[in-house]
Every structure is written in structure tokens, then in C-alpha cells.
């Protein structure tokens, strides 16, 4: 029997990383070939822009409403819909370019609606995962779902541009659609049942302001999730100020080291993702989880003032490129050393009614900062010197992150999970 367990959790997982792949690959290659077809047909900039903002905006505005959704419906039902939905949406778009051009209305139109689609898919796999695999292999699906979206952020871009010099845009398209159906009906197969505890309700009407309450009462009620939550909040916003809006002007304005080996610094973020993916879960075993969090904190702080160290002090092209690539590696172990323990912590505490809407609600708080840390870092790179945006926020950073981390004792290990605050 537990042989035979074994097999069924395992055939999970890999139906998941399939299905996952192909979900991810899909959209990150489809977003870079169609935005640089927008810039290349149109020459025009905002057209790009406006091609990349429709692959992110909506999925800000609909996640709190989707999280209702999902704990309304059958998420096995739901996913598979979604991944269905994409591909149709694929094939529809193929046999309209080739009836009447692949426009830029319709490409909008179909970057808005892959993104609402994947929105949904997102976290309804999300919501799902407790019910898929046991409790101690949680923890390795959050791994192997981090490590798909960090391959598909490096070969994604690749692939796109490949594809774009070599292959019509209206045939990928069209496999891109394809494989989205062979992703759904690979969950299709998956066993949402596999670990799900009790009986599942009838579905209840969804009564959207309600729930979307009812899942606030809750997050607000609980002040672990608060402080979880956070600590994200503080993660998203100070790495958009101090890093991803500095460093492109500073590797490629003020140093003039290029694009091509500012690719390659950007390319250490992922890689150093992967690795934080692979030995997370040894560590959280072995070491107390508070003082992991304060370790990443002032190592996260300090990674982020010394960012601006080469503008004061230029080390050459070759040094610089080494000293950003290693920085940007070690901000990639970080951020998988918090996200995948705290997604595993909020997969396992919150009850499955509220998981959805609880883990919506987060993610759209932390998204949200994102824009806001943007235009902030853009407006003070005009009137500061490029170098303080990154020892400002990096100090703000270390200080906030410390302060929160002193508050809270972290427990995690496979078997039991706990996180309390301490006065």
C-alpha cells in the first residue's frame, strides 16, 4: 500500500512539473515574441510597453477576485479550464491572423486574456498543491515549481528570440496552443484528491464582496499571516527600489557596460533561484527559521547598499560585470529562500475555504508595491545620484526587515510548522 501511495504521489508531481512547464514556458516565450512583433511592426515603444503592462496589469487587479473563485469551485475543474481556455484562445488567434491579419487590437486583446487566464491557473494549482502531494513533499513542489518559473525567466527570452527571427509568429502561435491543451489534459490526470482531508462541500454561490471580506477577516485576524506578509511586502518593494529600477541605469548609463553583459548579470538572479530551490528544504530542517530570516535580512541589506558601490568606485568592465552577477545570484537564493517556505507555511496552515482568497489577497499586496516602488525609484533617479537609491533602501531595508524579524520565531520543518510573535 504505501508502495502503491508512493507511485500515485509521485505520478502527481510529475504530471504537475509537466503541466507547469508548459503553462510557464508558454506564456514567457508567447509575451517576449509577441511584444518584440509589436515593436517591430510598429516601431513604436509605448505599443511595447502597452504589450508587456497587458501580461502583468490584469493579473494585479483580478487576483483578490479570483481567490474567490477558486474556493468556490472545484480547483481540479478550474485549472484544467483555464489551460484549455489558453490554448483555445491560441488556436482562435491562429485562424484569425490568418483570416485577417495578426492586429494589434487582437493582440492586446489576447495578451489581456492569457493573462486572466493564467491568473486563475496560478492559483488554483496553488490552492491545490496541499491536496496533491503529502505534507512532506510539499515543500519539494514549491522547489520544482520555483525552479520551472527561474528556467523559464532564463531560456524564456532565448526561446522567444529564436523563434522570433526563425519561425512565423502566427505558427507559434498555434503550437503554443497546442501544448497548452496537452498541459490540461495532463492535469486532467492528476488526483486533487490525493491528500485532501474530509469530504469537499457542495459548491456554495459565490457572493463576491462577502468572501472577499470573510477571507480579509481572516488574514487580518491572524497576526502570523500579517507579519508573513510583510515581510514580502518589504521584499518586493526595496528589491524594485533598490535594484531592478537602479541597475539597468547604472550597469548601462553610468558604467556603459552594454546590454549584452547586462543580460548576463540579470541571468544570475534565476540561477542563484535555483540553487535556493534545491537546498531550501535541507536548511529549514536543520537551522531555526528565525534566524535564517534575520541571516537573509542583513544579507539582503548589505547586498543592496553595496549595489551602488561601482559608481563611486569603477572596478572595470570585467569586474563590475563579476561583482553585479554575484549580487544578483545572491538576491536569487534569498528571495527562494522566503518565498518557498512561506508559500509552504501558508499552504499548510490556512484552511482550504480560505486558501485561495487568503493566498490572492498576499500576492495582490505584494504585486501591488511593486508599481509603486517603480515610479518612486524612477522620479528620485532624476534628482539623486544613482548610488544612493541603492544604500537608502538597502538601509531601510535591513532596518525594517530586522525590526519585524525580532517580533516573530519561526518554526519549520516538514512534520510541523509554527509561527508566533514574540513581544
Known amino acids: 500500500m504505501s508502495n502503491k501511495k508512493n507511485r500515485a504521489e509521485m505520478r502527481n508531481l510529475l504530471l504537475y512539473a509537466s503541466a507547469k512547464t508548459v503553462s510557464v514556458f508558454g506564456t514567457a516565450i508567447y509575451n517576449f515574441a509577441v511584444s518584440f512583433y509589436v515593436l517591430k511592426v510598429t516601431g513604436s515603444a509605448l ?13 494585479v487587479l483580478i487576483m483578490p477576485f479570483a481567490g474567490v473563485i477558486i474556493d468556490k469551485v472545484d480547483k481540479k475543474k478550474l485549472v484544467v479550464n483555464m489551460d484549455l481556455l489558453c490554448g483555445v484562445l491560441m488556436v482562435s488567434v491562429f485562424t484569425a491572423s490568418m483570416v485577417y491579419g495578426l492586429s494589434l487590437p487582437l493582440i492586446y486583446a489576447t495578451a489581456f486574456l492569457l493573462t486572466v487566464f493564467s491568473t486563475f491557473f496560478g492559483i488554483g494549482i496553488e490552492a491545490a ?55 490540461g489534459l495532463a492535469i486532467l490526470l492528476i488526483d486533487f484528491t490525493f491528500n485532501q482531508t474530509g469530504e469537499r462541500g457542495a459548491e456554495e454561490p459565490i457572493q463576491v464582496w462577502q468572501d472577499m471580506r470573510e477571507g480579509y477577516s481572516y488574514m487580518s485576524g491572524r497576526q502570523e499571516l500579517l507579519w508573513l506578509f510583510l515581510i514580502l511586502v518589504f521584499l518586493n518593494f526595496f528589491l524594485t527600489f533598490s535594484v531592478t529600477v537602479p541597475l539597468p ?19 544570475a538572479f534565476p540561477m542563484g533561484m535555483i540553487l535556493g530551490a534545491l537546498v531550501v528544504k535541507k536548511l529549514v530542517e536543520r537551522v531555526a527559521y528565525s534566524l535564517i530570516m534575520k541571516i537573509l535580512s542583513f544579507v539582503g541589506g548589505i547586498a543592496m547598499m553595496v549595489t551602488g558601490i561601482p559608481v563611486l568606485i569603477d572596478g572595470g568592465p570585467l569586474m563590475n560585470g563579476v561583482f553585479y552577477g554575484g549580487i544578483m545570484f545572491m538576491f536569487g537564493v534569498i528571495v527562494a529562500f522566503i518565498d518557498i517556505p512561506l508559500s509552504y507555511f501558508m499552504q499548510r496552515n490556512i484552511p482550504e475555504e480560505y486558501r485561495g482568497r487568503v493566498m490572492s489577497l498576499g500576492i495582490s499586496i505584494g504585486k501591488t508595491m511593486v508599481p509603486v516602488a517603480m515610479i ?48
Do not use: C, H, W
Not at 550597469?251 to 541571468?267: C, D, E, P, R, W
Open 129 to 183: 498543491k496541499p491536496n496533491i502531494v503529502s505534507d512532506k513533499m510539499l515543500m519539494n513542489i514549491n522547489s520544482i515549481s520555483k525552479i520551472i518559473y527561474s528556467v523559464s525567466s532564463i531560456l524564456g527570452p532565448a526561446l522567444g528570440g529564436m523563434i522570433f527571427a526563425f519561425l512565423d509568429i502566427r505558427m507559434f502561435i498555434l503550437i503554443n496552443g497546442i501544448t497548452f491543451i496537452l498541459s
Open 249 to 267: 541605469y547604472i550597469v548601462n548609463t553610468i558604467l556603459g557596460m552594454g546590454s549584452k553583459t547586462f543580460g548576463l548579470i540579470q541571468a
Open 47 to 59: 505599443s511595447f510597453a502597452i504589450t508587456l503592462m497587458l501580461g502583468i496589469l490584469p493579473m
Open 376 to 423: 518612486l525609484s524612477g522620479m528620485l533617479l532624476d534628482v539623486v545620484p544613482a548610488y544612493a537609491l541603492p544604500i537608502g533602501g538597502g538601509l531601510l531595508f535591513l532596518a525594517m526587515n530586522l525590526s519585524a524579524a525580532k517580533k516573530m520565531t519561526f518554526s519549520i520543518s516538514i512534520s510541523r510548522i509554527e509561527v508566533s510573535r514574540t513581544d
